[in-house]
């Protein structure tokens, strides 16, 4: 090894031992006799003294080091006169006694700190450098962490890692796939997968009868912030088992990473459904780190001689507590922000519960003082609190709804990241109703099993449907998703034909699925957690691609390597594909 | 669950508890007034009893159940009048109370035994049931304990794993790319990763001093039993290092993979260079489970007038001890095996050492008694023992002899799979010079540094430069190799130089990793492993297919998904491409 010890150990304890460090130079000052250069690796800092009097000529040497150079660097520990407690090496510094430099540095475009000068496109052509910064090696040592935290957990519990391919089959269901030319197959693609799912259900059937796999997948979707062409995730399969046992599986999983990452014992995750989660949070995926439940107030408001109110399929509000003192202006504002295209509202009502215990609201035209009074008293709201009403089509509302009580979360303050508030949403409806195409989708895939007590109703009523389906919710974010699978060709093939698949569409896409289900497939389920998504909440951060070594912009592309690119055309003949402009 | 037990853990400690057991009907025995059906999980066979006088319904409804359906069991455990010693399960049965069919299963194609009788296409077709056979299941078992034991050891070593992205750029230089048409970008294509080598060097540039992956990568070559279009590495690389480190850190990487996996304590590896290498065993990878080493005889045999020796540029034997019995007919047998193209060499010259003293030899026209009884010496031949020497070119015919020698090994009986003998080949040429281009190539990367006090050879005699590099050998298959990597930028352009990549060219192709070579690229080197291969050795197995879930065959097809296939016309218009017939 070029060294003894790294930046980031060296104690009091390490005193008057000779030490060989190597590392980057963040930085250097020059204080007359002394010079300081601040040496730097992924485990620390290290302070390295250069002391005119002892030893000029290697004092001046050490003046020309510029940022980031690479250098090994050979001295003696000593106890440091002006300590620094925020540094864990701190109590310590290197009296030099030589070094030499192992490479050289041009002069960054941005500055390796927390805070740098440095724009996004800038530090994404310079990743290499970007990575430099705490704050990106943090982030990738969490997911790191996550990652044999998982690998382990799942381990124990007797799963099994197996990989899947890479190279499969298209399938015109669900998000574009990403395409691979077979030179060996002309006119022929593979495609990359957007999940393992069939072969995950083929492992079942193979009698593995625990999977699981973190697994890159693929989407060729337009990029949003918070998507990527490829991520990772946290693929899982069981069998033998009901959505009790897969719920507990997960959820031990998640405690178990919140204890090893994060320090967390977290109790048991609540469970709610679909249908509660639309009605109390507006979402499918409720943020509970705060309340501020949504009631319906229908039958307390209609036939009042508000047209607004009467006409609405849904009137439902909330208790901003405490808002109150919100002037015109701010309700004018709050009344902009549910209008906007986003969020869709129609407009807003109020209801102030002053401090005096007087109610004033924007229908005081429609509503008496004790009609207001019983509305205030479903929200048990307290003198300075503020109710606000949103109404309209019952599923656009409940929505707009939703995205205004995340709103006043965040302006109250409710949504502390340092909080984690997991829970598990279940009975989503297993289909949905397209009107543009005038057909049923899978809500979840086509896989999806149906609560048992539904199945009844898939002729006469698909859309009462509830699927043996389930979320897990973190602070507002799907973390996973998954089902209880079909395991029944019949069922399968009833599926199949309600979400108009024709025979032959379902045989070529899934023909080797439905041959399988033919040979002994047992009861199965499983689930997905999006990884790079989890590691995302865990680090506190905003976008996935934070915790991606090398991600892509939102045109796909990696900026640095400067891909995609043009290929030669010696390769577009071996492929037997022509381009067209 | 839908079990209380799986069945591979049932004992005689459970006699006379009620268990509720899954699995698949392996075979069923009707014996009159009892049926017996064997229950298979991934866990093992128990045995059920249904008996007619007990329970005459259940007994004759057992009696309907096929081979592979799938049932949940419940019953009485109970001990056997009969144990069979060869189960863990085996002293124990369960009287059975009820069952439930959870699936049928029509005929499986071939039968579920570790001696099937399906041929490899119907298996590869229906790999969900090939792999309910023990041997694949055990395969990918292995496989998995490889995988987080590697993990985990590459963790407690400071490593941390990264993942480095699939959709890359492509480069001409090596194998062929797999490609993969951006729709976002018209007309411009990502590659998938041969490797990570680019990646990993910038993680190192990044600082990431420690940095492995288990990764998929992938060459579209044309298929040979042993390559697959996907495989697995385990890829590592580490900063401020010698190739004495990496050596250490990977040697003991694999003794714990020995000691976990196979429950062997390997000794240190040895170290072997190429050169030797070459000229003891005839390879770069040498099976060392034997001896049998190559002599060169050129001093001895020249000049007694025999031409083929004379002419020749290396004259080569070997002793295959105790194969002087072998009749006229064996030894033609041997010359022709030799002269198959596949092996190369004109003939084959025997000197065989009688068991009475005498020696007896092909040539004996040309050399005397004492002429031979010397060569004889050289390799330590005892009364019995038969030398087999090769003449021609250098290069050919060690290579030839190391073929031979291979062969005698296998006849001989000396490569036991369950011996493991591992070395390190070092101080490979770090060039190969194609005639036919009239070019020198890289022999491992273009990023190899060479030996230090090599480099002064690279204008004048390139060809004699030792580059910086190393494999792992066990059994004589390369599991892994790797380099210390050039991280200075001047020598990197002279490597491209002599490698005769124009400016343009290592600039499109590498541009971004020489400009990050500028930024203060630390002294750095790695290796990777082929983990399909490794695993393949450690399960004493044939092929890697055997350790893959779902391999593909020798035209790159996935049989049982059918695929690579044809995309509709609208994918190929979104990705702006047009296929020739």
Not at 70 to 99: D, Q
Not at 117 to 143: A, F, H, Q, V
Not at 209 to 216: A, M, W
Not at 218 to 230: G, I, V
Request: with cysteine; hydrophobic share 40%; charged share 25%.
């Amino acid at each position: 090894m070029l060294r003894t010890h790294t930046c980031g150990e060296l104690t009091i304890q390490n005193a008057g031992q000779e030490v060989n460090l190597c590392g980057w130079v963040q930085r250097s000052r020059d204080m007359g006799g002394l010079t300081f250069v601040d040496l730097r690796d992924r485990y620390g800092i290290t302070q390295l003294v250069f002391n005119m009097e002892v030893n000029p000529v290697l004092c001046l040497e050490a003046r020309k080091l510029g940022r980031e150079f690479v250098i090994s660097a050979k001295g003696l520990v000593a106890e440091r006169s002006n300590k620094n407690p925020k540094l864990p090496t701190g109590e310590i510094e290197i009296n030099m006694t030589s070094f030499e430099i192992l490479n050289a540095s041009k002069i960054p475009p941005f500055t390796i700190e927390d805070n740098t000068d440095g724009g996004e496109e800038l530090r994404m052509k310079y990743r290499y450098l970007d990575l430099r910064r705490n704050i990106n090696r943090k982030n990738l040592e969490l997911r790191h962490k996550m990652a044999i935290a998982t690998r382990n957990y799942m381990n124990d519990q007797g799963f099994i890692e197996i990989e899947t391919p890479v190279l499969i089959k298209s399938t015109p269901e669900g998000a574009r796939d990403f395409v691979v030319p077979s030179r060996m197959n002309p006119n022929q693609f593979y495609a990359l997968p957007q999940s393992p799912q069939t072969f995950k259900q083929l492992l079942m059937i193979a009698g593995f009868d625990r999977y699981f796999q973190l697994v890159k997948c693929f989407r060729d979707e337009d990029l949003r912030a918070d998507r990527q062409p490829e991520f990772t995730q946290i693929d899982c399969e069981m069998s033998f088992i009901t959505q009790e046992d897969i719920l507990n599986t997960f959820e031990n999983l998640a405690k178990h990473l919140f204890k090893v990452v994060k320090d967390l014992e977290i109790g048991n995750f609540p469970r709610i459904s679909y249908d509660l989660a639309m009605q109390e949070y507006g979402s499918d995926k409720p943020d509970i780190r705060f309340g501020m439940k949504l009631f319906e107030l229908n039958d307390l408001v209609k036939g009042k001689g508000f047209k607004v109110f009467d006409e609405a399929g849904l009137v439902v509000g909330l208790n901003a507590e405490g808002c109150a003192e919100y002037t015109r202006k701010q309700l004018d504002d709050l009344t902009e922000w549910v209008k906007r295209p986003q969020i869709g509202a129609s407009g807003l009502v109020y209801i102030r519960c002053n401090m005096d215990g007087t109610v004033k609201s924007s229908v005081d035209k429609f509503y008496s003082s004790s009609d207001l009074t019983s509305i205030l008293e479903t929200f048990n709201a307290k003198p300075g609190d503020l109710v606000l009403v949103l109404a309209g089509k019952k599923e656009s509302t409940q929505k707009a709804a939703g995205e205004l009580r995340l709103e006043m979360g965040r302006r109250l303050g409710l949504m502390d990241p340092a909080v984690f508030k997991p829970l598990w949403v279940i009975n989503f409806p297993l289909l949905e109703f397209d009107e543009e195409t005038n057909r049923y989708y899978a809500k979840h895939h086509p896989f999806t099993s149906p609560v048992p007590e539904d199945i009844q109703l898939l002729e006469s009523n698909p859309g009462a449907v509830r699927a043996n389906a389930y979320d897990l919710v973190i602070n507002g974010v799907e973390i996973g998703g998954g089902s209880i699978r079909i395991h029944n060709k019949e069922l399968q093939k009833k599926m199949f034909q309600i979400l108009s698949f024709t025979e032959e569409d379902a045989q070529e896409q899934f023909g080797f699925l439905m041959t399988a289900f033919e040979y002994g497939a047992p009861p199965h389920g499983g689930i997905a957690f999006g990884f790079d998504r989890w590691c995302t909440i865990f680090g506190g951060g905003e976008s996935i691609r934070d915790f991606m070594a090398f991600p892509k912009n939102n045109s796909g592309r990696d900026v640095m390597i400067d891909t995609p690119a043009k290929i030669s055309t010696v390769q577009l003949k071996e492929l037997n594909i022509k381009l067209v402009n």
